[in-house]
């Protein structure tokens, strides 16, 4: 079996824990969740970020970021719809 690389974004963030993409071939978009990003401005405060890029364009459509309070904590993002109709 091959396997062929068909898309490739760098990004400036970096997780240690683990990130995940996602591809919705209906809106042809990639989605990027990149978990547990260390922010070292903000006294070892970590974050998450959510990515939505155009397939074709690589253009970015939507950047979220989601703090983690006390505890808890994120590893993975699973599909979900950002707009309903």
Known sequence: MTVKQIWR?????????GSSVLYDPNQKEVVVFISQIEDDGQNGISYGKILRYDFDTQALQFEGLIYRGGNTHFYRLEPFEFYKD
């Open 9 to 17: 974004k760098d990004l400036d963030d970096y997780s240690q824990v």
